[in-house]
């Protein structure tokens, strides 16, 4: 959690005051488009990319961040098997 904060500071504690009770300015639709894309920006853990890779590759080791990380047992099975399926499909239905 502490990783993640210093990371990403915004996602700390509240204070007891969520924003929401009362407005300063008024926002328009981009403008809130705008604050949203910078504020998840500064966030690195989060992402569609960071998603797939996570789901792809093992959880990184914390006592050797820069060791490569190994693919998935399980996505490699998965892997295999559609390249197989393909491959039986290909040559009994498209191979002359």
Request: glycine share 8%; net charge positive.
């Amino acid at each position: 959690m502490r990783a993640r904060l210093r990371l990403c500071p915004e996602r700390g504690p509240t204070d007891g005051n969520i924003g929401a009770l009362e407005m300063e300015t008024v926002v328009t639709k981009s403008e809130v488009r705008k604050l949203l894309r910078a504020r998840l920006g500064r966030c690195p853990d989060l992402g569609l990319a960071n998603l797939i890779v996570n789901t792809v590759l093992e959880p990184p080791d914390p006592f050797k961040p820069n060791k490569r990380r190994l693919p998935r047992k399980g996505f490699v099975l998965v892997a295999t098997s559609l390249v197989a399926i393909v491959g039986v499909f290909v040559v009994f239905n498209l191979w002359p």
